[in-house]
């Protein structure tokens, strides 16, 4: 059986150079896309005569991974950034907001119909949502001379730079992940690793970088499903009872929440539960994920104290930035950031995901590229009265080449100190990995928090 782990998790971990933290869960609640004003900062008062710069942003209302709460982290970052004189001085950068659903078609319909077609133009896009949405983006944006940062993606197809030509990414690469079902095997001397995969690329090729790390450490049992075809579904090993290996104690899973509760469930009747089996789960599912009350496609055969018992001292994992302590670029410290972004959160009805204060660093991400690739165009003096500058710039066509070449640049180079932490990119464009994050579920009153040095 599993003993007691979470003080031994953290002493074995910090050997291999991983950060633990154990965090609580809050629910998130859903919100629609007509709720918020589609242009932002949206100026009604002749006083501001700044040319305004658009950037596409585009979110998920709804879908697998919902990541709407970031328009209150993108609200105070473009507030921030307007009121900065040395920035963009004679323009105004605002957002021209769309939603993907979580949904590649309807990602590919935004960027064509809402973005390419319709004016303004925009010089940049940060999104798309969730990575079934940035994957089918990034592999078709740079054909439109647009750039592109994701702050909610992980998947590590992204990670080729030939197919996603200029596509920038401020969420490490989930290829790393593998790192601590090595160190779990390594600590309990346990010799097999039993995966449930989603056939989507967003977790099947963490699976092909698992079998590689742990070749000749550990066997790996794997049931890889693909819901598209009944007889390969997940409710398919469900009712077959072929989910789960008998002897393997610890189980991987990799697939978004909506089939994770039809696991945790499975595995509350099977009683593949603490203390005998440890579950490890994705950290970006939504605050509040196992609440059946959350699941609207189908009727789960758990009440959520049920699902609570099966999750209780499962863990989540995460490749993580860090919140830094000092102030950052915009000079803000994390915890002047928190207090804002609440406030906003609040007023707009929103609620926290882990991926916001990343989508707060993107927007810097862009603003300090803009500014840099304007500075090469127009010299330094006031950009917006430089009429080649203007032609350049604000008159910006997706045929533009010398603009879209500099941006590229300034992105691929960008370095400084954000809420995250350290925002560089790889020569990927793949966010530099900080923290590995252990999150453990635990369902009483009082939570802890370990913290390793890196």
């Known amino acids: 059986a599993c003993p007691t782990y979470l003080p031994w998790l953290a002493k074995m971990f910090s050997q291999f150079g991983v950060v633990v933290f154990v965090f609580g869960f809050v629910v998130t609640q859903g919100v629609r896309l007509e709720n918020f004003t589609t242009i932002y900062p949206l100026v009604t008062s002749g006083n501001d005569t700044r040319i305004p710069l658009t950037l596409g942003l585009m979110v998920s209302f709804s879908g697998a991974y919902i990541t709407a709460s970031s328009i209150a982290s993108v609200q105070i970052a473009l507030d921030l950034i307007n009121e900065n004189s ?6 105004r950068l605002q957002y021209k907001l769309t939603d993907s659903q979580c949904n590649q078609t309807v990602a590919y319909d935004n960027l064509f119909l809402k973005y390419v077609r319709e004016q ?44 996603y030509r200029r596509y920038f990414q401020m969420i490490p690469s989930e290829s790393s992940l593998p790192i601590v079902y090595k160190v779990l095997l390594t600590m309990y001397g ?59 104690r610890i189980i991987e899973l990799a697939m978004y929440e909506s089939d994770a509760r039809k696991v945790v469930c499975e595995a509350y009747h099977k009683r593949k539960i603490s203390p005998k089996y ?28 049920q699902m609570e018992t099966a999750l209780n001292g499962a863990l ?19 915890s002047q950031y ?31 590229a803009l500014n840099k690739t304007i500075q090469d165009l127009c010299g330094t003096t006031s950009f917006a009265s430089n009429i ?27 370095s400084f100190t954000g809420i995250t932490g350290d925002v560089s990119f790889t020569s990927n464009g793949i ?15 009082s939570m802890s928090e370990s913290i390793y040095p890196f």
Request: glycine fraction near 6%.
């Open 86 to 91: 040395s920035l963009l001085p004679g323009y």
């Open 190 to 248: 346990w010799h097999k690793l039993h995966t449930i995969t989603s056939e989507k690329d967003v977790f099947n090729k963490v699976l092909d970088v698992t079998r590689g790390l742990l070749n000749g450490v550990a066997e790996i049992t794997s049931v890889i499903y693909n819901n598209a075809n009944p007889q390969n579904s997940i409710d398919y090993y469900i009712q077959k009872g072929m989910l789960f290996e008998e002897d393997a």
């Open 338 to 368: 928190w207090k804002t972004y609440s406030q906003r959160g609040e007023e707009l009805g929103l609620n926290y995901n882990r991926s916001d204060p990343t989508f707060f660093d993107a927007m810097w991400v862009y603003a300090i």
């Open 431 to 445: 966010r530099s990995l900080i923290n590995i994050n252990v999150n453990q579920y635990r369902f009483s009153n």
């Open 120 to 163: 303004p133009n925009i010089v940049g896009l940060v999104g798309s949502g969730c990575e079934d949405a940035t994957i089918a983006v990034a592999s078709i944006s740079h054909y439109f001379n647009i750039t592109q940062v994701s702050a909610d993606s992980g998947a590590p197809v992204l990670e080729d730079r030939t197919i």
């Open 388 to 414: 080649s500058c203007r032609d350049s710039v604000e008159n910006f066509s997706y045929s533009n080449n010398a603009f879209v070449d500099r941006m590229f640049t300034h992105l691929s180079n960008t």
């Open 316 to 334: 989540s994992v995460s490749l993580d930035t860090f919140y830094t302590k000092d102030h950052s670029l915009s000079g803000l410290t994390f």
């Open 278 to 305: 440890v579950l490890i789960l994705r950290s970006w599912y939504l605050d509040g994920w196992w609440d059946p009350a959350n699941e609207k496609n189908y009727i789960l055969n758990c009440t959520k104290s």
